[in-house]
């Protein structure tokens, strides 16, 4: 198997998602941020033990407005991500973090099933299950600085007919 250190905002999101739904049991946010970050790390460093550099950057903490906008679909795939991710790790099994985990993702399974979610039924088969993210990366907030140097550069008459045709759009 491989594995990969997911980013903050992967595990940032999965937390904040648990906040905001209540799925937090035993365990402050914070605490688990760190948990669920440190299992991805040992994991990473058991399975490349010697093979690669194990120096990164430091969990630098939980950002509770991450992943507002995602479906419970979305954090189903993204728990599923860091259990594959994790599962390398021979503590992962029996880990606080496995459990913390498994209640996150059990919470979005009730809520992206409207409650009718059973134990034989298979998550990848969910509507937007293949479609959602594997991994959960920051969004581009540099997206409107680009837009917006792009549209400075362009010449009047071209920005002109873009807003015409936006207009146009958004009255139809």
Same mark, same amino acid.
């Given at each position: ?82 259990? $594959?991710?994790?599962? %390398? @790790? !021979? ?5 606080? +973090? =496995?459990?913390?985990?498994? #209640?996150?993702?059990? *919470? ?20 937007? $299950?293949?479609?959602? %993210? @594997? !991994? ?5 907030? +540099? =997206?409107?600085?680009?837009? #917006?140097?792009?549209? *400075? ?20």
């Amino acid at each position: 198997m491989s594995c990969f250190v997911v980013n903050d905002y992967h595990v940032s999101a999965l937390v904040a998602w648990a906040i905001r739904h209540q799925a937090l049991v035993g365990v402050t946010p914070d605490a688990l941020a760190h948990e669920l970050a440190a299992a991805n790390r040992a994991a990473f460093a058991e399975r490349y033990a010697g093979g690669h550099s194990t120096s990164w950057e430091p969990y630098l903490g939980l950002d509770r407005s991450a992943g507002a906008d995602l479906a419970p679909v979305a954090i189903v795939k993204a728990c599923d991500c860091l259990a $594959y991710q994790c599962s %390398d @790790w !021979t503590g992962w099994d029996r880990s606080d +973090a =496995a459990a913390h985990l498994a #209640a996150i993702r059990a *919470a979005a399974l009730h809520r992206a099933t409207g409650g009718i979610w059973r134990d034989d039924m298979r998550a990848h088969r969910l509507p937007g $299950y293949d479609a959602a %993210d @594997w !991994t959960l990366d920051e969004p581009d907030q +540099a =997206a409107p600085d680009r837009l #917006a140097a792009t549209l *400075a550069s362009m010449p009047e008459h071209e920005v002109n007919a873009l807003r015409a045709a936006l207009a146009a759009r958004c009255a139809a």
